[in-house]
């Protein structure tokens, strides 16, 4: 696996090759960022995936300096999995200067769900990603990106960007990767003290009973939301949102809409950790 830290590096690396395929991470790596490289090798003539810690997506009081880096472990995993190239840039060598020039989403999409309670996040992911893009598919007529859905808003908003600014990049979605009790996996789980990792799973089962409640009862929606928020907060958690909404838009779901194009939805705190999970039905 060759390890390259600058854009002009990894346009040397990637030269001879026609189609990347492409997984971008911020390391602390985990079976379910495995998956995804996995599932991106046979896509194009070339694997790189890349780690980068983008600052521009935390919030000031979010944990952007305690952010778990894990190097030698994620190189290691990298090479098992068939990674060719690893693109790993220092800030100074994605930003060597400050980043005035942002890619600013809809805010329809933008400014809801995660958008609402992480003001400004998805203009930091909007604006690293169109770099790593830039940076991995220039000079290339086509490439393949794969994003978990886990990030079910995240992997809407990268879709429409590459959308409508007509990038030659096809972004295809690795399925949630989930332990044994149903949690996601995650990087920042790792955070969780033992009896916090024993709760943990409550989030996805309360994501799976809203959904399976609302199937029953969609006329009684907004208080099938309420009762699962409940139900929620009386296990010592601290939800932002669990809901429904349509896959297409994530706007709210109505009675009319029928199952096998809705996604509950939930994010909340459990001590010190924000979690998030979804659920299609």
């Not at 026609?18 to 960022?33: D, I, Q, S, Y």
């Not at 305690?66 to 030698?72: G, K, L, N, V």
């Not at 020039?101 to 169109?130: N, S, W, Y």
């Amino acid at each position: 696996m060759q390890i390259v830290r600058t854009l002009p590096e990894l346009r040397q690396a990637l030269a001879p090759h026609r189609r990347p395929a492409f997984v971008p991470t911020m390391g602390n790596l985990h079976a379910g960022h495995i998956a995804l490289v996995e599932q991106a090798r046979p896509l194009g003539d070339v694997l790189v995936a890349s780690i980068f810690v983008n600052r521009l997506q935390f919030l000031p009081h979010e944990d952007f300096d305690s952010y778990p880096r894990t190097w030698e472990a994620d190189c290691a995993r990298l090479e098992a999995a068939g990674c060719q190239v690893l693109f790993a840039p220092r800030e100074t060598d994605l930003y060597p200067q400050p980043q005035t020039f942002k890619v600013q989403p809809d805010p329809a999409l933008a400014d809801i769900l995660e958008g609402q309670f992480r003001p400004g996040f998805f203009t930091g992911v909007c604006t690293v990603v169109m770099k790593l893009f830039s940076a991995v598919f220039s000079g290339h007529a086509s490439g393949v990106a794969v994003f978990g859905q886990k990030d079910y808003q995240q992997l809407m908003m990268i879709r429409q960007m590459v959308q409508q600014f007509a990038l030659p990049i096809e972004v295809q979605a690795g399925p949630t990767q989930r332990a044994p009790d149903g949690l996601a996996l995650s990087s920042r789980n790792g955070y969780l003290s033992a009896p916090e990792r024993e709760s943990a799973v409550a989030l996805s089962q309360a994501l799976q009973q809203l959904a399976a409640r609302w199937q029953a009862a969609p006329d009684a929606g907004a208080a099938l939301e309420a009762q699962a928020l409940d139900a929620l907060r009386a296990q010592g958690w601290q939800p932002d949102y669990l809901t429904v909404r349509r896959r297409a838009d994530l706007q709210p779901a109505g009675a009319s809409d029928a199952a096998g194009t809705l996604v509950a939805l939930g994010a909340a705190r459990l001590g010190g950790t924000r979690l998030i999970d979804n659920r299609e039905f």
